[in-house]
């Protein structure tokens, strides 16, 4: 099992420009989130999902689009990007909530100039 | 939003020496979570705490939750330079029926040879 994949793992954009970043994970997990990590903070929410069709607003959601596509895939989507969205990006799983352990992945490095 | 504060946020340890990282909440918590960030790395589970005064053991890591399940602390005995990196705790939040984690800011161990 590759658990929690994630693509890019790098990625450069200018001011405005827009992408997806993908994630994807085989535990047949049914809560997915996506973070953001900044130098010196701890990771932030920024949307989640607890089940398959649902998505939710986290701490920090302005900026950003979610798709669950599927029981596997969570997308997240920076339609106009900006260098405040210069962070690493976390997708993590759980079997069912919170409550369970957060299976993280790789990680992607986004750099917005 | 609700605010995990976590303490120290800069550690620097000879090689041997102990360490203790605190995490406090403003509010009662139901349950709490440690995880491990090795430099460039992701968040990996270490455990999770769920009833009052509760004390729990991984070799020379201890953690414990305070009476009040306002507080929690991570102690480890004669640190090795494997344990380099963030802890981080994370509290969980119940939002009608749907729950996610709130991570504290962390705090980052380096080991002096």
């Known amino acids: 099992n590759a658990g929690v994949t994630q693509t890019p793992k790098f990625q450069v954009l200018k001011t405005g420009q827009s992408m997806t970043l993908q994630c994807a994970q085989d535990?047949?997990?049914?809560?997915m989130y996506w973070y953001r990590q900044d130098p010196g903070m701890g990771l932030r929410l920024i949307y989640y999902?607890?089940?398959?069709?649902?998505?939710d607003k986290g701490e920090v959601p302005n900026g950003y689009n979610v798709s669950r596509l599927n029981k596997r895939e969570f997308s997240l989507r920076l339609e106009s990007a900006a260098p405040s969205q210069t962070s690493v990006y976390f997708c993590?799983?759980?079997?069912?909530?919170?409550?369970?352990?957060?299976?993280f992945g790789p990680g992607t490095r986004l750099t917005v100039l | 939003g609700q605010q995990v504060m976590q303490i120290p946020q800069y550690q620097h340890v000879q090689e041997g020496e102990d360490f203790t990282t605190y995490c406090n909440s403003s509010t009662t918590l139901s349950n709490i979570q440690w995880y491990k960030q090795r430099p460039g790395g992701h968040p990996v589970f270490l455990i999770q705490l769920v009833k009052s005064g509760e004390v729990k053991k991984q070799k020379r890591l201890t953690f414990q939750f305070g009476e009040a399940k306002k507080n929690s602390s991570l102690h480890i005995t004669a640190t090795q330079t494997t344990d380099v990196g963030t802890y981080f705790c994370a509290e969980t939040l119940s939002n009608f029926g749907n729950e996610k984690l709130t991570f504290g800011t962390g705090t980052r161990l380096t080991i002096i040879p």
């Open positions: 993590a799983s759980t079997e069912a909530g919170a409550l369970d352990t957060q299976y």
């Open positions: 535990m047949n997990h049914n809560s």
């Open positions: 999902s607890a089940s398959e069709g649902t998505t």
